[in-house]
C-alpha cells in the first residue's frame, strides 16, 4: 500500500519524464514549512544545471503537466522553483478509507524476510536483576514484536546466565548451610530428589553472602572457583544443584516477565551448551585459529586498522575453564544447528561492545557464522539524578522487582490524584495500575535512542501528562470511551471524508505508519514508533478539539469523524502493541 507521499512522488516523476528528465526527480517528501504546504518537491533545483533551464521554468512545466493529469494536487511554486504541493481533500479522504479498510491500518511488510534470533534480557541466575536487565527486556521486547509484525520469522532466547562463578559460590554456600544435603558428596549419583532443596529466596540470600566472603576472603573464593570447575567438568551432585537452581528461578523470572508483558519463546542458558564446547574448541584448533599463550587458548581478533586495539578472545581458561566468550561461541554454534539463522541481534549494553566485537570475529574466524550475521544491539546507561549509573539508595545496583513494585505505587496514586478508576472494583483497578505502570516504563525506555542514555525520574515517567506512556494510554482509553457512548446512540463509523485542516493533518500522521515502523525496524530502534504514536496522539486531540463528534449534527459528518476516530485507536493500540503497552478499556 503506497503512502501518500509516494502517490505523489509517482504523479511528479511523470510530470518530470514528460519533460525527458529523469522520474526521481520527482520525490515528494513533507514539507520543512508545513505552514505553506504539507508537501514539497525539490526536484526542479536538481534538473536545472541537466535540463539547462532555469528551476522555475522546469517547475512551472511540471504545474502545467500536473493541472491536466492531476487535477486533485494544488501545487504552488515558491522561491527559486520549490513545488508546494496540497492534496485535495478527495485525495486525502480516499487514502483515509484505504487505511481504515486495512486490517494493518497502512502498515506493510519486508521486502525479504528472514530468519531472526533475537537475544534479549538475559538475566544471570541467583543475582537479581538491574536495570541493564530491564533495558534489555523491554527494547528486545519491542525488536522481536516488530520483526515478527513485519514478516520475518523471529526466534528469542533469554539467554540466562547460568555457567559462571556464581554457581560454584552458590554452591558452597548451600554446602556450608546445609552440609548433610546428599549433593556434596563426590559419589553422589542420584536419585535426584524432585523437591528443589532451596528457594528463590533462598538463591537471592545465599548468593550476596558467598560473594561478600569472597571478597573478604580468597580461599573461600577459590573454593567456589573449584566448585565452578567441577560443575564443569560434569560432577553429579554439583550438576543436579545446578539443574535446580536453574528450575527455581526460570519459575521466578517467568512471573516477573510476565508481569512485565516480556515473553521469550527459548529459555535457554549458557550451561545449556556446554556439551558443545569441546568440539567448538578442537573446530578452532583445527582450522589453526586457536593458539597457546601462558596456559590459555586464545584467539587473535586484533586487525590492522583498529582504532583501539583489542584484546584477543580467550576460548580455554589457563586453568581449563570455558569463559563467558566461550559459550556465547558455543551458542551460536547450537542456534546454527537447531536454528540456522540469517542473522542474531544481541540487545547487550554498549559496556560489552569489545566482548561482542570479540565473539562475531571470532566466529567468522571459526566457520561458525558470516560476516553481517551478528549484531550487537547496543544501548546506553539508566542513570540517577546525579546523572551517574542508577543505584539504590543503600548504593547497590537497582532490583527489576523493586523497580516495577515503585511504579506500581506511584501509578495508583497517579490514578487516585486524577480522579480516574474510580467506577472500578478493586482488581479491575489493579489491573490498569499494572498496565500504567508497564506502560510508564516502557515508553520512557525506549522513547530515548537506545544509545542514550537517560536519567530515572519515575515521577515524570507515571505523569498522565507530557510524552509519556501514562498520557498515551489516556488518549487510547479516551477514544475507547468515545466509541462506547457512540455505540450506545446507534452511531456507527462510517466513511471518511476530509474536509478540515486538523482532519487532513491527522491523515497524514496515520499514513507515516509504515514508514515509522521501516525505520525502527532498519535502525533496531523502537524510538521510531515511540515518536509515531506520540504525535498521533497529538494529531488526535488537535482533531478532537476542532472538530465536534457526538455533538456533530450533519450525520454524514459525525460518522465519517467517527470513522477517523476509531481508524486512530486501532493504529494507536497497534503501534503500542509493537512497543509492548497494552492499554485498558477504561480508567
Ligand atoms: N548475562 C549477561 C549479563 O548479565 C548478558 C547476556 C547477554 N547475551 C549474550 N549472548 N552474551 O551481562
Known sequence: MTRLADQLSALLGDAFAAMELNPALGRVSESDRPDLAPYQCNGALAAAKAAGKPPRVIAESVKAHLAAAAPDLDIEIAGPGFLNITPSPQLYAARARLLADDPRTGAGQVDSTQKVMIDFGGPNVAKPMHVGHLRSSVIGDSLQRVFRFLGHEVTSDIHLGDWGLQMGQLITELEDEQPDL?????????????????????????????????????????????????????????????????????????????????????????????????????NFKARGVAELSDGAWIVRVAREDDKKELAPLILVSSQGSALYATTDLATILDRRESIDPDLILYVVDLGQSDHFEQVFRAAVKGGLAGEGGLEHVKFGTVNGPDGKRLRTRAGGTFRLADLIEEARERA????????????????????????????????????????????????????????????????????????????????EPGPISVAAPEEAALVRRLDGFHAALMRAHDDRAPNHICEHVYGLSQAFSSFYAACPILPEKDEGLRRSRLGLAALTLKQLELGLSLIGIEAPEQM
Open 182 to 282: 546428599p549433593y556434596f558428596d563426590a559419589a553422589f549419583t542420584g536419585p535426584y530428589p524432585e523437591h528443589a532443596p532451596v528457594t528463590i529466596e533462598d538463591l537471592a540470600r545465599l548468593y550476596p553472602q558467598a560473594s561478600a566472603k569472597g571478597k573478604e576472603d580468597p580461599a573461600r573464593q577459590e573454593r567456589s572457583r573449584k566448585a565452578t570447575a567441577e560443575l564443569q567438568a560434569g560432577r553429579a551432585g554439583y550438576r543436579a544443584l545446578l539443574r535446580h537452581f536453574i528450575n527455581v528461578s526460570i519459575a521466578a523470572l517467568k512471573e516477573d516477565f510476565s508481569a512485565l508483558g516480556v515473553d521469550f519463546d527459548l529459555w535457554k542458558g549458557e550451561s545449556d551448551v556446554n556439551d558443545l564446547i569441546p568440539g567448538l574448541v578442537e
Open 412 to 491: 495508583r496514586a497517579r490514578l487516585a490524584e486524577a480522579g480516574l478508576g474510580e467506577t472500578l472494583d478493586a482488581d479491575a483497578l489493579e489491573d490498569v495500575a499494572r498496565k500504567v505502570a508497564n506502560a510508564a516504563i516502557k515508553f520512557a525506555d525506549l522513547q530515548n535512542y537506545r544509545t542514550t542514555n537517560y536519567i530515572f525520574e519515575m515521577d515524570r515517567f507515571v505523569s498522565f501528562e507530557g510524552k509519556t506512556g501514562p498520557y498515551l494510554l489516556y488518549q487510547a482509553v479516551r477514544i475507547k470511551s468515545l466509541m462506547r457512548k457512540a455505540a450506545g446512540e446507534g452511531l
